[in-house]
């Protein structure tokens, strides 16, 4: 299983940008999908995972700003992240659970002040 992200880029505190995540194999062999983040000199966070029942968590940094969601035909799992605030900025991981867990290579988010 291989998960590919991607939609990171940089952008002014306050935009907006979408990630995306793809699996190589069916997202509904998982039972959840997340997405998480790095900052230079921290722990991987949780940021957001999204349930095979649809069931929704936030990280409470992100909630009323970022939105998971998935495509179960796709594939893919997205992050709608707006309000990006300068604290937001890091490397983002997707996160795919299930007997296994397996993690996409990430892509880097920076928000500039």
């Known amino acids: 299983v291989q998960l590919q992200a991607s939609g990171g880029g940089l952008v002014q505190a306050g935009g907006s940008l979408r990630l995306s995540c793809v699996v190589s194999g069916s997202i509904n062999n998982f039972g959840a999908m997340g997405w998480y983040r790095q900052a230079p000199g921290k722990q991987r966070d949780m940021v957001a995972i999204?349930?095979?029942?649809?069931?929704?968590n936030y990280a409470d940094s992100v909630k009323g700003r970022f939105t998971i969601s998935r495509d179960n035909v796709q594939n893919t799992v997205y992050l709608q992240m707006n309000s990006l605030k300068f604290e937001d900025t890091a490397v983002y991981y997707c996160r795919a659970m299930g007997r296994s867990d397996y993690w996409g290579q990430g892509t880097l988010v920076t928000v500039s002040s």
């Open positions: 999204i349930r095979y029942s649809g069931i929704t």
